[in-house]
Structure formats: C-alpha cells, structure tokens
C-alpha cells in the first residue's frame, strides 16, 4: 500500500519532468532545424553580382572563434575553471583535435571534388553520409539498431536523395551539345572523393559523441578544447590560403554577422545533442533542415516548390516514427 501510494504521488511530478525536458528537446532541436535551414538562403541574400563579397574562410574562422569565446565564458559563469586546471593535461587536450583536422579535411575535399562532378551530383550523393554515420555509430559505439531503426535510416537518406533530384533541372535546353553533356557529369576519382567525404563525415560525428560522453567534463569546458583546435587550423587554412584576394573582414554585412552567430549557437547545440543525444538525431536535423531550406527560399527568395516536395516530407516523417517510435 505504501509502495503504491508513493508511486502515485511521486508519478505527476515525474511525468511533469518528463514533459518539460521533451519541451526543451524540441525546443532546441527546432531552433537547430531553423539555423541550418537559413543558412544558404542568407547566404544568397548577401551576394553582390552573384558573387559572395567576403572570405568564406575568414567567416569559418570568425565562427570557430565565438564558439570559442561563448564556451569560455560559460566556463568561467559556471565556476568550471577548477575542472580545466584538472584535465589540462595532455592526454585530455590532444584527442580533441582529431574532429578538426576531420572537419577541415571534408572542407577541403568539398573544393576539390567540384573538379570532378558537378555540384548536382555532389547534392545527391552526399546523402550517403547517413548511411556511413549510421554504421560507424552502429560499430564504433556498439549501438545496436534495430531493423525498424535500419529501415527509418534508409528512408531517411531516400527523402535526401528524392529532395536534391526534385530540385534538379533535368529539361535539356535547345543548346550546344557539348553544353549538355557537361550538365551532369561524375568520374571514378570523384566517386571515390565524395564517399570518402561521407565516410569523415560519419566518422567526425561518431568520434566527437564518443569523446564528449567518454570523458566526464563540462561540456563547457570539452567545447573549449573543441573550438581551441578548430580555431588554431582553421586560421592557419585561411592565412595560407590564396583562393581569395579579400580581406579578413572585407564584405561583411548584417546578414554576414548573422550568419556567423547562427552558425556558432548550431555548433554549440550541436555538442549539446551529441552530449546528451546521439549523432542519429543530427541526421534527423540535418535531412529536416533541407525542407526548411526549401520553404525559405520559396518564402525569401521566390523560388519555385516542385510538386515532389511533400514526398521527402513524408518519408522524413515516416523516417522518424520507425526510429523513434
């Protein structure tokens, strides 16, 4: 009688808290589907001429560095600092610079796999990384999925695919035909680089959850060895870069500043969900983040919706209920 009457009272509270942490969850999860999902119509709304008028990799620095700030500060708010003077060794510090040595690698084969297929094909395939970022995540951190988990990944990574092919333009137009022939083009060298881009991809996603969640420190603090190494290779890629003759801060407007702090509060809710989450629910970010992207540049920019557009919305939603259901 006791047993149950304490289980009785204490069930509203607990159901209380279990309402208000999936509020949270769905909270930030939106807030992160939102900030992904702008990302390219504001980059489009600061072209001049067609052209962006800033350093892109001047804009990545300047992103790494208020993450790196904005952790700081948390740090020191949080009263953290005593944790840091514990785990400044080296054996804490240097596993964090593998995921950004990873991340500048794909940013680099990003560039150099233009050179190989066309911007359309490289949409498409590089929906493969869900597939790769759900077997190292399966393997790697011994998760194991189950088959309704494996059948609402695979849809997920079909909605990608079915969302980048409805955005193509596959009416050839009356032109030269050596025109046509270039429009959709991939070699073997650049198959072979976009799935080694979706294999760091997955394995800079994996190995970041599994780093943040193996060591007990502040998150705060994790962030700060993050974003330290990111900065630190980061600004090196752009000083020795010779991609672009602009100055650092050369071009930056509102929308750019914008841009720069949206992008540094999705790195830093990103670590929250690899914390406290999974990389699995990254994807689910990732893929709902197209359909925003869709909807604002039809909204902002006057771009035209496919009639396949609600297809990859409800395989994303059927996506999601096999997962997590």
């Not at 190494?229 to 890629?237: D, H, M």
Request: aromatic share 10%; charged share 10%.
């Amino acid at each position: 009688m006791i047993v149950i009457q304490n289980v009785g009272s204490s069930s509203p509270a607990r159901i209380k808290r279990q309402w208000v942490k999936r509020i949270k969850w769905g909270v930030l999860l939106g807030l992160m589907v939102l900030i992904y999902g702008s990302h390219a119509p504001l980059i489009t709304l600061t072209k001049v001429d067609g052209q962006v008028p800033f350093n892109p990799s001047s804009c990545v620095v300047m992103i790494e560095l208020a993450k790196l700030l904005v952790s700081l500060v948390t740090l020191v708010l949080t009263g953290g600092t005593s944790a840091s003077r514990a785990a400044s060794r080296l054996a804490f510090v240097a596993p964090y610079a593998v995921p950004a040595i990873l991340y500048a690698l794909n940013n680099n084969l990003v560039v150099l796999m233009q050179a190989y297929m066309d911007p359309s094909s490289f949409q498409v395939l590089s929906n493969l990384k869900i597939a790769s970022t759900a077997l190292l995540y399966s393997f790697c951190l011994g998760k194991r999925l189950q088959p309704a988990q494996w059948l609402g990944l695979g849809l997920l990574m079909l909605a990608g695919v079915c969302h980048s092919y409805s955005s193509l333009d596959l009416e050839l137009p009356d032109r030269v035909e050596a025109e046509e022939v270039q429009r959709l083009h991939i070699t073997a060298w650049g198959l072979f680089l976009v799935l080694m881009y979706c294999c760091v991809s997955g394995l800079a996603a994996v190995y970041t959850e599994g780093i943040l969640k193996s060591q007990k420190l502040p998150l705060s603090l994790q962030n700060l060895y993050l974003y330290m190494f990111g900065v630190a290779i980061n600004g090196l890629s752009s000083f020795f870069s010779v991609a672009s003759d602009k100055g650092f801060l050369e071009g930056y407007s509102w929308v750019v500043w914008i841009i720069i702090a949206g992008q540094a509060a999705n790195g830093l809710l990103m670590s929250v969900v690899l914390k406290h989450g999974s990389g699995i629910t990254r994807l689910f970010v990732i893929s709902c983040s197209m359909l925003v992207n869709a909807l604002l540049s039809w909204a902002i920019l006057g771009l035209q919706l496919t009639p396949l557009f609600p297809v990859p919305v409800a395989m994303i939603g059927l996506a999601a209920y096999l997962y997590y259901r």
